[in-house]
T-cell receptor, first 118, second 116 residues
Framework: GAVVSQHPSWVICKSGTSVKIECRSL??????MFWYRQFPKQSLMLMATSNEGSKATYEQGVEKDKFLINHASLTLSTLTVTSAHPEDSSFYIC??????????????FGDGTRLSIL | AQTVTQSQPEMSVQEAETVTLSCTYDTSENNYYLFWYKQPPSRQMILVIR??????QNATENRFSVNFQKAAKSFSLKISDSQLGDTAMYFC?????????????FGGGTRLMVKP
């Protein structure tokens, strides 16, 4: 089945540093990738949608300059949390899709990244 | 815009019993898909079951089945013979047909605890 690799799975860093999270589709070409944020015991909140080679579309309330998304190829999207602060601590999940009607699954999810800012 | 509502934040069930999780949605679309996802403590997102709105027959996957009521915009998940491994967060999700990129709208989730 389709596999999405997300790295790192857990990162702890000091306040003020920037953190990059990678999302790779390993065995298919993803036309669209999604980035979600999830707080404990809550649902997935869509942050942005990115299509290969174009700028990401951010959801209302998500700071573009804080959460930089790059989707340079059909198999790789990155989320960079710039100048991270403790309030950015959360669980971040990426997913990838090939678009069109879902024959099996609409989106293939990565395993998530737990980000802790000290 | 679509909205998905899960009115039960938490539920519990005894092992081997049956439990039903509720989901309602609001949309003006006629063609769409509905999904139930499971997120165990490992936090992986696992697709449990899917339903096409144009199909009247309720989807079934082993111990998991849905009750899809299109007119009522209701999409409940029934788990039969509950197992300890069913303990997880469950999310109901909606997707428009023909949606470029397959964007999902998630409900708030229901935390299910299966007790031995």
């Amino acid at each position: 089945g389709a596999v999405v690799s997300q790295h790192p799975s857990w990162v702890i860093c000091k306040s003020g540093t920037s953190v990059k999270i990678e999302c790779r589709s390993l065995d298919f070409q993803a036309t669209t990738m999604f980035w979600y944020r999830q707080f404990p015991k809550q649902s997935l909140m869509l942050m942005a949608t990115s299509n290969e080679g174009s700028k990401a579309t951010y959801e209302q309330g998500v700071e573009k300059d804080k959460f930089l998304i790059n989707h340079a190829s059909l198999t790789l999207s990155t989320l960079t949390v710039t100048s991270a602060h403790p309030e950015d601590s959360s669980f971040y999940i990426c997913s990838a899709s090939v678009g069109g009607s879902p024959r099996n699954q609409p989106q293939h999810f990565g395993d998530g990244t737990r980000l802790s800012i000290l | 815009a679509q909205t998905v509502t899960q009115s039960q934040p938490e539920m519990s069930v005894q092992e081997a019993e049956t439990v039903t999780l509720s989901c309602t949605y609001d949309t003006s679309e006629n063609n769409y898909y509905l999904f139930w996802y499971k997120q165990p403590p490992s936090r992986q997102m696992i697709l449990v079951i899917r339903q096409e709105a144009y199909k009247q027959q309720n989807a079934t996957e082993n111990r998991f089945s849905v009750n899809f009521q299109k007119a009522a915009k209701s999409f409940s998940l029934k788990i039969s013979d509950s197992q300890l491994g069913d303990t997880a967060m469950y999310f109901c999700a909606f997707m428009k047909h023909g949606n470029a990129g397959n964007m999902l709208t998630f409900g708030g989730g229901t935390r299910l605890m299966v007790k031995p």
